[in-house]
């Protein structure tokens, strides 16, 4: 048995308890969990007046961790040319390249308060094994590109349609793993066009597997759609049964009315990632419009060479700010919801419960430290995780996933960090990035 004390756990209107309804001060409270069983066994009140606030795990909705060598890799391109140059890069890389990247994208992940994440990558069975054995939880979506379209060449990486016997052989392969999602990833309407959609789309239903798809993410994607097909990438996905509840669409960075209706019709999540669309400047997602319309939205960093970091709390912060900037309102996008947005949504959105930090929710939760400077006073949890205060991975002490502990005081307990430095600055060398 585990137990975790806190002096201040999240607003009522993101976990739906210990608070009153109006309260704004939370209640001191003891967390017991069992790694175990992997679950809150209780949350009852203490005495405890720690400096501490316990939070659900945060969930990356859209990520490509195995890109983490490939940091700062295209900086001043658009979408388009970084691609370009940013896949031949990929196409160097081995498996074990991959599983070294992968792991530092986790140790950064773990400091960062990731407890879960939705990855679009050339995943394999070691790699994933990796993820596993790093005690994360993954929604990991193997890249599926159309015909005549093979990155990752250097790690055996198979066309089309044979990616999609590869997706159905490890969700079979990791059926009873409860860290481990496996779901369908077609890149992108660009790289797959209307029939590999359609196909993706009635395998997954077929297999009752999710979907997680680059759609609408920069203005010359949606003309180019137009002109070959008039209709917008979201319509295509929309008309061959792509969208769906499981489904997660990366980016709708131009998504128009029409499209967030569509959204909105078939439940499927945005993965809003504003840090990636700023940097490559494909703009800035209409996140108001989607929450105004009822569409679930999810936070994502995208691949760490696109984003140059993992951190979700300085992403949501971002993304709140953004959307008040646009608005000129201070009252769009309260604290609450943007927490939602980066831990219960997260997870509903890639095929995971989430946690509430109810007795029975998954044991998936970070500690953080409030007696810095920075930190100090907090007058709302959900506004000083959120974006208001100073939060940072700095202030993450502990994290755990189903029970089990990932960071305690600081130190990583399932990665051996040094290793990890030291082999991927190896590789990243080798395809000429610098590190220094």
């Keep these: 048995m585990t137990t975790v004390t806190s002096a201040r756990v999240p607003e009522h209107s993101v976990t739906g308890h210990l608070l009153r309804p109006g309260e704004r001060e939370a209640p001191v409270t003891t967390l017991r969990f069992s790694a175990s069983g992997g679950t809150v066994e209780s949350a009852e009140p203490s005495d405890d007046r720690s400096a501490r606030v316990i939070v659900p795990g945060l969930v990356n909705a859209h990520a ?74 993954v929604a990991a979506a193997p890249v599926v590109f159309g015909q005549g379209i093979t990155p990752y060449a250097a790690a055996g990486a198979l066309g089309f349609p044979a990616q999609l016997d590869h997706i159905e052989r490890l969700a079979a392969r990791y059926a009873s793993e409860p860290l481990v999602r496996i779901v369908y990833g077609p890149h992108a309407v660009y790289t797959c066009g209307a029939d590999v959609f359609r196909e993706v789309a009635e395998r997954a239903a077929a297999g009752g597997l999710g979907i997680h798809v680059h759609l609408s993410e920069t203005a010359r994607e949606v003309a180019t759609a137009l002109a070959e097909r008039g209709e917008t990438p979201i319509a295509t996905a929309a008309r061959t049964g792509l969208l769906g509840p499981s489904t997660i669409i990366a980016h709708a960075t131009k998504a128009t009315a029409d499209d967030i209706r569509l959204i909105r019709e078939s ?41 140059d970091s993992l951190d979700l709390l300085r992403d949501t912060r971002l993304a ?90 600081g130190d990583l307990q399932t990665l051996d960090e040094e290793r990890i430095l030291y082999e991927t600055a190896r590789i990243a060398s080798r395809v000429g990035i610098q590190c220094l």
């Design 64 to 137: 490509h961790s195995g890109m983490a060598v490939l940091r700062g890799l295209g900086d001043g391109l658009v979408l388009e040319d970084w691609l370009k140059v940013v896949m031949a890069a990929e196409d160097t890389l081995t498996e074990d390249d991959m599983r070294w990247s992968l792991s530092l994208a986790m140790c950064e992940m773990i400091r960062a308060g990731t407890t879960a994440f939705a990855d679009m990558f050339h995943w394999t069975e070691p790699l994933i094994d990796t993820v596993i054995e790093a005690g994360l939880r």
């Design 267 to 307: 439940g499927a999540t945005v993965a809003h990632n504003p840090q990636s669309n700023l940097k490559l400047g494909s703009g800035i997602a209409p996140v108001r419009s989607f929450l105004e319309a009822g569409v679930p939205v999810a936070i994502g960093t995208d691949g760490p060479a696109a984003n």
């Design 320 to 409: 709140v700010s953004l959307q008040r900037g646009l608005a000129e309102r201070a009252d769009v996008w309260d604290s609450g919801d943007a927490f939602a947005a980066v831990t219960v949504n997260g997870a509903a959105g890639i095929g995971f419960t989430p946690t509430t930090l109810l007795p029975g929710d998954p044991a998936d939760l970070v500690v953080l430290d409030t007696s810095t400077p920075r930190a100090h006073p907090v007058h709302s949890t959900s506004a000083f995780i959120g974006w208001t205060a100073t939060a940072t991975a700095a202030d993450i002490r502990d994290v755990y996933v189903a029970g089990r502990p990932l960071l305690l005081n």
